[in-house]
């Protein structure tokens, strides 16, 4: 009677479990997608992540750097999320890849970790996609043709000139946008200009930017690269370093030199990186994102102001 009693109530517990793993799993689905499986060299293959999810979780870690194996990414694309029935949520996540070589392959498969009302994070397992890159064959034709004869260009004057013109016309296009773009940078560190230092004047840009309000969609780009450039000149001022023309990996590099930058190298590294998202991968951040950029760069430049400059601020 006992293992009786024993064996139903290990039955029951299985059942249970079973429902709630159902449960769990009809919450969140991902699929893929890969167009086309049957390639050759060089080609673009448009590879797609969807993820439903209810309306309330978060997707904590996004695919932009994940290992293709074999395969380079050449560009990648969120979509803005799509609402659906039963207050659930489609997000999609758009990549172009190539592959140069021969063979069979797989992308490989991928993890993507979400959070749950409860803080709880769950993960949901990408399959793996079977791609084949086959050697272009010349079906149409037993022989190839002949070349055609090359072009000669006649030994003509006039020619000469058109084609130095037009060097001349870019070279002078080009060395404009330079020299523009070089007075901007300039501008920001004119030593004719009144001293202020580093974090003051960085504070007055930024509630200068902050005073318009926040941007329009077609606007957050402009908007995120205006006050990044505000934190680039502060941290080149600040630490003696170059900013306006490095990477982002770049100038978080240098700051790790420094002792005193060590408390922020987390939190620049997270605006760098929303920053950069939207500025290469079309990413449109939230409100609360954009709303929150200004404060987190004050923040940030809060930080690193010397102590001596806060104690002598003090006594004034």
């Not at 993960?123 to 034709?141: G, M, Q």
């Not at 205006?226 to 370093?241: H, N, Q, S, T, Y």
């Amino acid at each position: 009677m006992m293992l009786k009693f024993r064996r139903l109530l290990t039955f029951v517990i299985l059942l249970l479990n079973y429902e709630r793993v159902d449960l769990e799993a009809s919450t969140c689905s991902v699929s893929v997608s890969a167009n086309p499986v049957i390639c050759h060299i060089g080609d673009e293959i448009r590879y797609s992540i969807i993820i439903e999810r209810p309306e309330n979780w978060t997707v904590l870690q996004l695919p932009v750097g994940a290992n293709l194996g074999s395969f380079e990414i050449r560009d990648f694309y969120l979509l803005p999320p799509v609402k659906k029935e039963k207050g659930k949520v489609k997000q999609e996540y758009k990549f172009n890849l190539a592959i140069y070589q021969l063979g069979e392959f797989e992308i490989p498969s991928l993890d993507i970790f979400l959070s749950d009302p409860s803080g709880k994070t769950n993960t949901l397992k990408v399959e793996k996609v079977k791609i084949s890159v086959v050697p272009i064959s010349d079906t149409n034709s037993e022989t190839l043709a002949d070349l055609k004869p090359q072009i000669r260009l006649k030994d003509n004057l006039l020619i000469w000139k058109i084609v130095l013109g037009l060097i001349f016309i870019l070279t002078g296009i080009l060395l404009y946008f330079y020299l523009k773009k070089r007075k901007k940078i300039t501008e920001s560190l004119d030593s004719s200009q009144p001293y202020l230092p580093p974090h003051v004047e960085a504070f007055a840009k930024l509630d200068e930017i902050e005073k318009r309000g926040l941007p329009q969609d077609d606007k957050i780009k402009e908007y995120y690269s205006e006050v990044m450039d505000v934190l680039r000149v502060f941290i080149a001022r600040r630490f003696g370093i170059l900013t306006m023309e490095r990477t982002s990996e770049e100038i978080i590099d240098d700051l790790e030199r420094f002792q005193e930058a060590v408390v922020i190298i987390e939190d620049l590294k997270k605006i760098f990186e929303l920053a950069d998202m939207v500025k290469f991968a079309k990413l449109i951040p939230s409100k609360s994102e954009t709303a929150g950029l200004i404060p987190e760069a004050k923040s940030i430049i809060e930080r690193l102001i010397p102590p001596t400059v806060i104690e002598e601020e003090e006594k004034k």
